[in-house]
């Protein structure tokens, strides 16, 4: 039996909602008895795309999460609702059972990740349910994995260690939404956004000219990392810690070396640095 999984990859996500569209289109004024019944066309976001913009003018980043049903190990959805009323199959995936979820709203007050929507018309809780329908019919992914342009969506047999996304887990670089939840979960992220510093330098007698080539080097602990300004004289240090302290040293042949302490509380834009002779 598969162990139905996914892997989404933030770096490779665009925005462009073909994910969001894609859903929309297999489940909107469509019945799939057993499986899920119609979504509405609107309020419902079985796959929601989350925007995270982070940094300050003119060191701006903006990020898509692709967010689905998490398909958690033990769902809360499960014992938050009325017995037989949502269920996990032996291949992971959790069911929402349209016929016996009717009427039951704390299903959707369960869910801590907010996958779970009302459906008023029907009186139904609704989510996805990584198109289950078309996966006992053969297919190999659901309908957002199938048309995602960039490859951001990731679907298989999380068991099968020929799999593309066994192989990406086995790399060891996903991790989990709101690992704050402490919820073991079927759906896993590379490249969640994570706090940056950034900077430009400029020589004092060169202000006309980028500062290309200026070592960077940013310390924390035993935690190292190094980079040069670019073309631009810009810099930057992205996927660091939340709340932790760093010292940013510039160095440059010719030019005093000069260290800046800072604590990433948030994003952080150390702006137009000066290195002087």
Not at 1 to 27: H, N, P, Q
Not at 33 to 44: C, D, E, L, N, V
Not at 61 to 68: G, S
């Amino acid at each position: 039996m598969a162990r139905f999984g996914m892997i989404i990859d933030v770096d490779k996500c665009t925005g462009c909602y073909s994910c969001f569209l894609a859903c929309k289109d297999e489940f909107c004024g469509n019945n799939y008895p057993g499986y899920a019944a119609s979504q509405p066309a609107k309020g419902h976001y079985w796959m929601k795309i989350v925007s995270v913009e982070r940094g300050t003018t003119p060191k701006v980043k903006l990020d898509y999460i692709p967010t689905p049903c998490q398909q958690c190990e033990n769902p809360t959805c499960i014992s938050g609702g009325t017995p037989g009323a949502v269920y996990k199959r032996p291949d992971g995936i959790v069911i929402i059972d349209p016929e016996k979820a009717k009427g039951d709203k704390d299903i959707v007050s369960s869910c801590p990740y907010r996958v779970i929507y009302w459906n008023e018309e029907l009186k139904v809780a609704q989510k996805c349910n990584f198109c289950a329908h078309l996966l006992d019919k053969g297919w190999k992914e659901p309908r957002c994995v199938e048309t995602c342009p960039t490859g951001a969506l990731v679907f298989g047999d999380l068991d099968d260690p020929k799999s593309e996304i066994a192989k990406k887990a086995k790399e060891g670089n996903t991790e989990v939404l709101h690992p704050e939840f402490a919820m073991k979960t079927s759906v896993s992220y590379i490249g969640l956004p994570k706090k940056f510093i950034a900077g430009e330098v400029v020589f004092a007698d060169k202000k006309d000219e980028a500062a290309v080539g200026v070592k960077v080097t940013l310390v924390s602990g035993s935690m190292k990392m190094n980079t040069l300004t670019d073309h631009y004289g810009d810099f930057e240090f992205d996927g660091l810690d939340s709340n932790k302290e760093y010292t940013v040293r510039l160095e440059y042949s010719g030019y005093r070396a000069q260290e800046i302490s800072v604590k990433t509380l948030k994003d952080v834009n150390l702006g137009e640095i000066v290195m002087k002779k």
